[in-house]
């Protein structure tokens, strides 16, 4: 989950090594560091952000060519400066970053410690460098061969850099488990845990697979070998990013851009995929396993966080329109199960950056056990596209705020194709239907953009409820999944104790915490269960609550009830939670402001869960 960069060439490394931590911010910040070669091996780092390394390191020799940083997200040890990486050998000749957990290091450190390895921090990472240390001093070994040997030893996930002080033409990168990229440019690479800080310098890279160590030189060589040591042929690769995707555009936060840039990315996400005027869905990756998903005896979806509530909007979207039966799984879950999974089941599994590492793993037990794998993601190039069977891109750019907002829409955007193109080829939906809901489809980014529009309203309201403790998030159908996706963007950026429910599961236990300090927010655009829902809103304003209510554009009823309404142009039932989740995400933010919180940024989150 941290960032990781590095860099070797001809150019200063520090400028480029500090541009390329604060576009990986988003992936830890809890700590940050560098270390630069120039004749002498330097390391500064410190708890806090980047710019707080910047001003520790301001007054330092930051000369070098060839260099490394890392932005921490805490798993060993606190955030604090002894923590922070890079990390030293015990003889001071090498220094590693690390993302990702190194699950034997207390076994590792204590036969280090009888070998008379003294440690400083309280990390996994320094145990690994001091094994590498070991290894070399053992053999009289170059860097690559010490890496390669103490990688034998390993158990646990990760993506690490290392440099040597007596070596300083060369960096060594491997990962298992944790993604790393290697960036080529002219007479110069770069390393990286995400595309993001290479697109500046070069459209060029390699993804590293498991078990794979790349040794990347001065003079423009680049090796690549399994830890068994074979010779690996790398896959060049262009990178489809822009810089501007990856900047705020004059919008104080990463979050509100990418909340409004929905209209556009819903739009981007169906582009080619779908044609109103001429009638048609097609969804590139699953043509080429159409029958198997279409045969399958069931769905399981695998996905954490965010992800995991578009699973369950496909859940209804499959089962309704395409009649599959779907199970929804929380891949931390389901890969520590002992899950009957089948040949003739599909597995399905959603992630923004194609990296979850739980995810990951429910997919490498699906495929032992001979279940079509598919996924879909954002991140060209990622694990979990490389790992499945079939799969499909969101095309939503780049997501650097840690709350996803257009992610999700993408995410339910497409699963909302297949299962409509699913249930039209399957018979399931008639044409008539199938012909309204791609009309519709076509339709929802200009409702999206109507919606943003109301962000002064929905502002207002969040005055009103900022100093609320606790928050209820209710809906029915189509929208419990965004009641949950509600109160998730509500905990995680203002720290407001938040729970989303079905709204008829109210009074089974939640109805005990309503009073007039709780704000519940209620998703009322259902036309089939219309009725219940006012029922709901009626029990909650019986107990004083305050009534926070979306609904469809000319209500009339519920709008007489609720304190406060917030409109949505009307659309088919299955296509509402892509325009019912705006205002949560544009409420979410206001109310996160409004509390002084750090909405890009929330404590003790990140982006990218690359560990367990």
């Given at each position: 989950m941290c960032g990781i960069v590095a860099y070797i060439g001809k150019k200063q490394a520090y400028p480029i090594l500090i541009n390329g931590l604060k576009r990986l911010e988003y992936r830890g910040y809890d700590s940050a560091g560098i270390a630069i070669q120039n004749g002498t091996l330097n390391v500064y780092k410190c708890k806090g952000k980047v710019n707080d390394l910047i001003k520790h390191a301001q007054s330092k020799n930051l000369e070098g060519t060839i260099g490394m940083g890392h932005t921490r997200w805490?798993?060993?040890?606190k955030p604090d400066d002894i923590n922070a990486h890079p990390h030293q050998s015990g003889n001071g000749r090498l220094v590693i970053i690390h993302n990702g957990i190194i699950e034997n290091y207390a076994v590792l450190k204590e036969t280090l410690i009888k070998a008379g390895h003294t440690f400083t921090s309280q990390t996994d990472t320094e145990v690994l460098i001091h094994l590498i240390e070991e290894l070399q001093?053992?053999?009289?070994?170059?860097?690559?061969?010490?890496?390669?040997?103490?990688?034998?030893?390993?158990?646990?996930?990760?993506?690490i850099v290392v440099m040597d002080r007596e070596d300083p033409n060369k960096l060594v990168a491997a990962r298992k488990a944790s993604p790393l990229v290697l960036g080529i440019g002219q007479d110069e690479f770069h390393i990286a845990s995400d595309a993001t800080p290479l697109v500046e310098h070069t459209n060029n890279v390699v993804y590293l697979n498991d078990g794979e160590i790349a040794v990347v030189t001065r003079d423009g060589e680049m090796q690549i070998k399994t830890i068994d040591n074979k010779v690996q042929t790398p896959f060049i690769q262009e990178l489809d990013l822009k810089i501007e995707e990856m900047e705020k555009g004059g919008y104080e936060h990463f979050m509100l851009k990418e909340i409004y840039e929905q209209p556009k990315t819903i739009a981007e996400c169906m582009r080619g995929r779908l044609n109103a005027g001429e009638g048609w869905i097609r969804v590139g990756g699953l043509a080429t396993c159409m029958e198997r998903i279409s045969n399958a005896d069931r769905l399981i979806i695998a996905a954490c966080g965010t992800s995991w509530h578009a699973g369950l909007v496909a859940e209804y979207l499959f089962e309704e329109l395409a009649r599959i039966p779907v199970e929804v799984e929380y891949a931390s879950e389901l890969r520590y199960r002992n899950p009957i999974i089948g040949k003739k089941d599909v597995v399905i599994a959603i992630s923004q950056s194609g990296e979850t590492a739980d995810t990951l793993s429910a997919l490498e037990l699906a495929k032992d056990k001979g279940a079509l794998l598919y996924g879909i993601v954002n991140s060209v190039g990622s694990s979990i596209a490389r790992i499945t069977d079939a799969g499909s891109y969101i095309h939503v750019g780049p997501e650097i705020g840690v709350a996803s907002t257009k992610a999700f829409t993408?995410?339910?955007?497409l699963l909302s194709m297949m299962a409509i193109h699913l249930?039209?080829?399957?018979?399931?939906?008639p044409k008539t239907y199938y012909q309204t809901l791609v009309e519709e489809m076509e339709n929802i980014p200009n409702k999206v953009a109507k919606i943003l529009e109301s962000s002064k309203k929905i502002e207002y309201i969040a005055s009103e409820i900022k100093d609320a403790n606790n928050a209820l998030f209710l809906g029915r159908g189509y929208n419990f999944p965004i009641a949950l996706e509600g109160a998730l963007k509500l905990k995680e950026i203002s720290y407001i104790h938040a729970e989303g429910y079905p709204a008829a599961e109210m009074k089974h236990g939640p109805i005990a915490l309503i009073d007039e300090n709780m704000p519940v927010i209620v998703i009322a655009t259902n036309?089939?269960?219309?009725?219940?829902?006012?029922?709901?809103?009626?029990?909650?304003?019986?107990?004083?609550?305050?009534?926070?209510?979306?609904?469809t554009e000319g209500e009339s009823v519920i709008s007489k009830i609720a304190d406060y309404t917030i409109e949505i142009p009307d659309t088919e039932e299955p296509l509402t939670p892509l325009l019912s989740v705006i205002p949560l995400q544009i409420l979410s933010y206001h109310v996160a402001l409004m509390r002084g919180c750090n909405v890009d940024q929330p404590r003790n989150l990140a982006k990218s869960v690359t560990v367990e």
């Open positions: 805490a798993t060993h040890g001093s053992q053999g009289n070994l170059p860097v690559e061969e010490a890496v390669r040997a103490a990688l034998a030893k390993v158990v646990g996930a990760y993506a993408g995410q339910v955007t249930g039209y080829r399957k018979g399931t939906i036309k089939s269960a219309y009725e219940k829902i006012v029922s709901n809103i009626q029990e909650v304003k019986a107990r004083k609550g305050v009534v926070i209510a979306i609904v």
